[in-house]
């Protein structure tokens, strides 16, 4: 009964470092999204998949990359880590149009 | 620019009274809107969703209500208990293109007082 799964739970990078963050979901969900939360701004939007092998630009896009190689895995690219990428991750998944998200326990990332 | 508004970080209330957090958005395209309930490390749950279609939506201690001319929503619970100090999320998306993106406000920290 896993849902939504996110790897690693907590990171630390130095400025400059690269990682993925990988979601994985057993739901067989067609559409799925990455956010970030930070303190007073609500969760944003940064990519997200309406599909395997599809991918498009949300809210904040800009220093990140995402793939969607297969349904279940959404994994989101940090090329060249930056202070500001400093943030709490969250994916998300979603069956189809009319149903609400579900979202794995977050990713804690802090880039020094 | 905040589309979707949450305007008190904090609300504390006595344990069987009624909490009821407030949300507004500026976006009348929105047409479906949604409550998340989110845990310390943890992500958000969903709780409980309501159509622009619909003026309220109810789902056991849970109602949503929607005021489309105040561009403003609602949630009640009643009676709160203390599992539900949690931060709440008002969440709205504009369906009409088959864009399924959340907008998210930027939370209710939610106390129950035993």
């Known amino acids: 009964n896993a849902g939504v799964t996110q790897t690693p739970k907590f990171r630390v990078l130095k400025t400059g470092q690269s990682m993925t963050l990988l979601c994985a979901q057993d739901?067989?969900?067609?559409?799925m999204y990455w956010y970030r939360q930070d303190p007073g701004m609500g969760l944003r939007l940064i990519h997200y998949?309406?599909?395997?092998?599809?991918?498009a630009k949300g809210e904040v896009p800009d220093g990140y990359n995402v793939s969607r190689l297969k349904k279940q895995n959404f994994l989101l690219g940090l090329e060249s880590a930056a202070p500001s990428q400093t943030s709490v991750y969250f994916c998300a998944s979603q069956d189809r149009s009319n149903q609400p998200q579900h979202f794995g326990d977050g990713t804690r990332l802090s880039i020094l | 620019d905040q589309q979707v508004k949450q305007n008190s970080p904090s609300l504390s209330v006595q344990e069987g009274r009624i909490s009821i957090l407030n949300c507004d958005y500026t976006?009348?395209?929105?047409?479906?809107f949604l409550w998340y309930k989110k845990y310390p490390a943890e992500g958000p749950t969903f709780l409980i969703s309501?159509?622009?279609?619909?003026d309220k939506n109810e789902d056991g201690r849970f109602t949503v209500f929607l005021n489309k001319s105040a561009k403003h929503l609602s949630l009640h619970i009643v009676p709160s208990q203390p599992g539900d100090s949690a931060v709440y999320f008002c969440?709205?998306?504009?369906?009409?293109?088959?864009?399924?993106?959340?907008?998210f406000g930027t939370g209710t920290r939610l106390t129950i007082i035993p």
């Open positions: 309501i159509s622009s279609i619909k």
């Open positions: 969440a709205a998306s504009d369906r009409g293109f088959g864009n399924e993106k959340l907008t």
């Open positions: 739901m067989n969900h067609e559409y």
């Open positions: 976006n009348s395209m929105f047409d479906y």
């Open positions: 998949s309406v599909g395997e092998g599809t991918t």
